[in-house]
């Protein structure tokens, strides 16, 4: 019963679990021991459990505030052709009204980038509505990437070994 070591989504889980039987059964007590003392009080252990359940609800709505600034690419690889990357209005899943172009993203702390579509027009995204910008969506952030060897404004983009 111990979750301080279980990973954001790990705790996500945990959490669509315990609303999956307090929707389905009817409480019939609490048990004594980690989470709730002899008296039925909750522990420090279980709010330190549900403070970490928080920062993992957290952790998801920005990291799918992030997944709409940056869709994923679709991406394909053959030995071929090597390595496909575009993007589409529907790319990752995201339903948008612009395409966007292929980037690699660098998030800092972590090693190695992923792709993602930038959309390539229009103020940043987090100044939707300014008026002074060099339309140019999203290409000028600094943890964005150029694939070398494709042309900055394709919306695909095609790299052989």
């Given at each position: 019963d111990d979750v301080s070591g279980l990973s954001p989504g790990e705790l996500l889980a945990v959490r669509s679990w315990l609303a999956f039987y307090g929707d389905n059964y009817e409480p019939v007590g609490k048990l004594v021991g980690r989470f709730y003392d002899a008296n039925?009080?909750?522990t420090e252990a279980l709010r330190q459990a549900e403070a970490a359940i928080e920062e993992a609800l957290r952790f998801q709505a920005e990291s799918?505030?992030?997944?709409?600034?940056?869709p994923p690419c679709?991406?394909?690889w053959s030995s071929a052709k090597g390595s496909r990357f575009w993007c589409s209005r529907q790319s990752g899943g995201v339903n948008?009204?612009?395409?966007?172009?292929?980037r690699k993203l660098y998030r800092p702390g972590s090693r190695g980038s992923h792709?993602?579509?930038v959309r390539a027009t229009g103020p940043p995204w987090d100044q939707p509505d300014s008026t002074e910008h060099s339309d140019r969506g999203d290409l000028e952030n600094p943890l964005l990437e150029e694939y070398e060897g494709c042309h900055p404004l394709a919306e695909q983009c095609v790299?052989?070994?």
């Open positions: 039925g009080t909750p799918e505030q992030r997944k709409q600034q940056f679709n991406s394909e948008r009204d612009w395409t966007g172009v292929p792709c993602v579509c790299l052989t070994a």
